[in-house]
């Protein structure tokens, strides 16, 4: 089996990046304050400026969730490719050692 230990880390690292890219946009949609009354002052604009917050913190909810999977995404791909080495070179250490006792 041949597995691209760079590539995993390329991925690990594109994952790190997405997870906070995601985390600069929800804390820029942090930034933009709702404010009470920017719709107007009638009942029908208050209902309107509730169901923007809602959506504004649901949004902001799933940034930071985004965020954190793509970042154990990333770990994971980190953890993977550090076994995969460790395992390639704890096998070539043994083939050698079994050549080696084989040649003399």
Do not use: W
Not at 19 to 41: I, K, V
Not at 49 to 61: E, N, T
């Amino acid at each position: 089996m041949f597995v691209d230990v760079e590539l995993l880390h390329s991925g690990a690292n594109e994952s790190h990046y997405a997870g906070e890219h995601a985390h600069g946009g929800a804390d820029q949609l942090s930034r933009g304050p709702l404010l009470s009354g920017m719709f107007g002052t009638f009942p029908v604009a208050q209902t309107f400026h509730d169901a923007v917050g809602a959506a504004h913190a649901q949004q902001m909810r799933n940034l930071h969730a985004h965020r954190q999977a793509l970042i154990t995404v990333g770990e994971k791909a980190r953890h993977a490719a550090t076994g995969f080495t460790d395992m390639d070179d704890g096998n070539a250490a043994e083939l050698k050692a079994v050549v080696c006792s084989c040649a003399t």
